[in-house]
Nanobody, 123 residues
């Protein structure tokens, strides 16, 4: 499956941004999806994940209550709505797909990655 993320940009602290990731090549509903991010000089970290059906989600504590993941299997897309953004949310955000049975916070469980989209939050 090929993944294409978009929607990044520059936003002021406290603002909102919506990222999208479009998938192509395989049956989208057979993949659980995740969003990860990598800040400058730091390792890539888990942000959120969603099950194949979209009925279950998981969030990192740092974004819980501010970020919302969703998916549209008919359109083969997964989205990340980010609100109350903070400067520490600045990073390149990646969408990822896993062929595993469940969704995971471990990036090693994801088989396919998008190219990343940069989110910059100013203070």
């Amino acid at each position: 499956v090929q993944l294409q993320a978009c929607g990044g940009g520059l936003v002021q602290g406290g603002g909102s941004l919506r990222l999208s990731c479009a998938a192509s090549g395989q049956i989208f509903s057979t993949y659980a999806m995740g969003w990860f991010r990598q800040a400058p000089g730091k390792e890539r970290e888990f942000v959120t994940a969603i099950s194949r059906s979209g009925s279950s989600t998981m969030y990192a504590d740092s974004v819980k209550g501010r970020f919302t993941i969703s998916r549209d299997n008919a359109k083969s897309t997964v989205s990340l709505q980010m609100t109350s953004l903070k400067p520490e949310d600045t990073a390149v955000y990646y969408c990822a797909a896993t062929t595993g049975m469940y969704y995971y916070s471990d990036l090693g469980r994801y088989n396919y990655w998008g190219q990343g989209t940069l989110v910059t939050v100013s203070s």
